[in-house]
């Protein structure tokens, strides 16, 4: 099922742009002309995601954000034409989790999105999932319930997206991996998009595990896609 996400701007032109680009997403995408009429749906169907303008009629973005945050962690993208670091360090310390300034490009609200949306999933698969206090592979350690890794009892410092890489590699550290299967499982993408994402972060998740000095090696399966293995002295 499709995830389904509230959108508050009183800038018709901004409202039906980001509209339309989730909506090629196969989101689904309620729009409202003011964060009093987007809170009041809220109320009534919470959703799954919320993005928000900072200027609107009657209650602003920041005030409807916090009124959301009282009662619930659905992730919250404030798009606003506030550049100054106050806002910013304001709307940071509410709960929103991400702050855009416009104008700002469409594929980056399109891949925080799916960045947040993953961490949610993720989130509710481990709470189903039965308990799994860690998983240990060579000189690495994943509590995956409280989306920590470690090295050598040392904590690596990773990005959500990078966490669910490597929680992913791990759980399947038997086999190989499809690029296919990664853009699909952790980004929410078929294979007919045309993105080096899954290579610029394993690039990035590669020199974290090199700087902290980690025998885990992520190989490069050629023509195919990637496999978890342990460096040789």
């Not at 989101?27 to 609107?56: N, P, T």
Request: proline letters at 3%.
């Amino acid at each position: 099922m499709s995830k389904l996400i509230y959108v508050a701007d009183d800038d018709i032109v901004t409202l039906r742009m980001i509209q339309s680009f989730l909506e090629k997403e196969n989101y689904q995408v309620k729009c409202f002309e003011s964060g009093d009429l987007l809170y009041e749906a809220f109320q009534q169907q919470v959703c799954d995601l919320v993005i928000l303008d900072a200027i609107m009629p009657g209650n602003d973005g920041f005030t409807t954000g916090a009124k959301i945050r009282q009662t619930s962690n659905v992730p919250i993208i404030m798009v606003t034409g506030l550049e100054t670091d106050t806002d910013y360090i304001f709307g940071i310390s509410i709960g929103f989790d991400v702050y855009l300034t416009k104008p700002f490009n469409p594929e980056k609200l399109i891949a925080h999105v799916r960045s947040l949306l993953m961490k949610l999933e993720l989130g509710k698969n481990l709470q189903t999932e039965s308990p799994q206090a860690e998983i240990t592979f060579s000189d690495i350690t994943i509590m995956p319930d409280k989306m920590f890794a470690y090295c050598n009892n040392e904590l690596l410092q990773l990005t959500n997206i990078e966490f669910g890489l490597l929680t992913f590699m791990f759980k399947n550290r038997s086999r190989a991996v499809s690029r296919e299967e990664l853009l699909l499982k952790i980004w929410g993408l078929d294979s007919s998009k045309k993105t080096r994402v899954p290579d610029d972060t394993l690039k990035r998740l590669r020199r974290k595990l090199s700087e902290a000095g980690s025998r885990v090696s992520i190989d490069t399966v050629w023509g195919f896609g990637f496999r978890l293995s342990t460096k040789t002295e």
